[in-house]
């Protein structure tokens, strides 16, 4: 039920955190991936480092939040896969961008840059590759949100926003395409050791790591593991579905 061979995967934000370690869990279980990000030296090492290890990734450039881009990233992936016949069997959403900073201090192009990465960005992505899925009656659709977006989170309140939509985009897009047989399901990662969360303060991190009942901070590869799970065929009766990958920060929630 977890052999994914043969199977297409798009993966954005692969060049690092969860975005490459789903790319690479993926690719283990025999998926060829088409991972886009910006960051193209990234995402190029995404690549090698799972075809050291006989799995396949191509490394495509990718900005989410440029139309232009998410259409030539669009038509890379079907120029490459099998001569563009074979349509798009899973799409993971993991590219997401924030700064944490008090609300009244995020200027308009913070916001717009914020609503671009992580709620337009990944809707425009599903936009392009989705007919193909509707056409064949089948697909997996997996958009990573944040349990920000489930309780809310100081300093981070336009990227709570954000992620907030893409569970309402997530749960409504499978009421939508079930009748395709397509499911789409989302994980929210809580406190995990990503660049983004390395660059904070250490004394931040410490004090989120003593909140988790776990006490430690997640790991990119158990989010991974997460999103495995819904894109196998272990999930086939699941859709509309919001998993928290938190160590229970949130269990209450």
Known sequence: MLDLTGKI???????SGIGRETALKLASKGAIIFSGDVDTIGNKETAKIANDKNGIVHALELDITNND??????????????????????IVNV???????PFLDATPDFMDKVLSINLAGPINIIRYFLPEMIAVNQGKIVNISSDAGRVGSMGETIYSGAKGGIIAFTKSLARETARHSINVNCVCPGPTNTPLLMSQPQSMREKLAKAIPFKRIGEPEEVAEAVLFFVSGMSNYITGQVLSVSGGLTMAD
């Open 9 to 15: 995967a798009i993966v954005t934000g692969g060049a």
């Open 69 to 90: 881009s998410i259409e030539s990233f669009a038509s890379s992936v079907m120029d490459q896969k099998l001569g563009g016949r074979k349509p798009v069997d899973i």
């Open 95 to 101: 590219a997401g961008w924030d700064k944490i900073q």
